[in-house]
Every structure is written in C-alpha cells, then in structure tokens.
Nanobody, 125 residues
Framework: QVQLVESGGELVQVGGSLRLSCAAS????????MAWFRQAPGKEREFVAA????????YYTVAVKGRFTISRDSAKNTVYLQMNSLKPEDTAVYFC??????????????????WGQGTQVTVSS
C-alpha cells in the first residue's frame, strides 16, 4: 500500500513561487507515473502535471506550462512541483497521485490509484 504525503502549500503573493513536495512510503515504491492535480472551491479536480517515473518525461496542462515544473528524486521517493509566476487562478488544493497498475502518465484522475491528502495553495492579489 502506497502512502503519499504532500507539503509546501501556503499563502503567497501574485507572481511568487512555491515548491510542493510529495513523499511516498510503502514497502516497495515503483510507480509507472506520478502526477499533480488541483481542485479549486466549487470546481472539479483538474490535471496539472505528470511525470513518467522511469524515463522522466513530463506533461503539463496548458494553463501552467512554462510556469510549473514537475520533477522527482527517485532515491527519496519524492515528487516535486515547482510553481513560479503564480496567479490567483492557481489557488486550489493540490493533490499528488501515483499510478501503479498500468503504464504511462495520464491526464485522468480515475487512472491514478493512490492519492495524498492535499495541500492548500492560496495566491493573493
């Protein structure tokens, strides 16, 4: 059973930066992919970024491309989301997710089988 714990969310000013972390624990951790999703109040959970765990290929939603970077530290079983040039519309609870049953990253939340509890990011203008 994989457990994911996010951290790093906080209140930040418009244009600021944050780095979210997601630490995975479990007897063996070898996902096919990791991803970040976010959910703003009153909205559905949406895809933000994903990473192929073995090859390192990355994927982003258009809204964050060029501003956010997903990366991993395999030795620490940790995935990161570096967020720069933050905007008020980036305000949301950010969740990390692991895909361990089938290969390849996905844009779809239902294809990820392990989730963290979320961390709140608030961008203030």
């Amino acid at each position: 059973q994989v457990q994911l714990v996010e951290s790093g969310g906080e209140l930040v000013q418009v244009g600021g930066s944050l780095r979210l972390s997601c630490a995975a624990s479990g007897r063996t951790f070898s996902p096919y992919a990791m991803a970040w999703f976010r959910q703003a109040p009153g909205k559905e959970r949406e895809f933000v970024a994903a990473l192929n765990w073995s090859g390192g290929s990355t994927y982003y939603t258009v809204a964050v491309k060029g501003r956010f970077t997903i990366s991993r530290d395999s030795a620490k079983n940790t995935v990161y989301l570096q967020m720069n040039s933050l905007k008020p519309e980036d305000t949301a609870v950010y969740f990390c997710a692991a895909k361990t049953y089938s290969s390849g990253p996905s844009y779809y939340a239902h294809e990820y089988n392990s989730w963290g509890q979320g961390t709140q990011v608030t961008v203030s203008s």
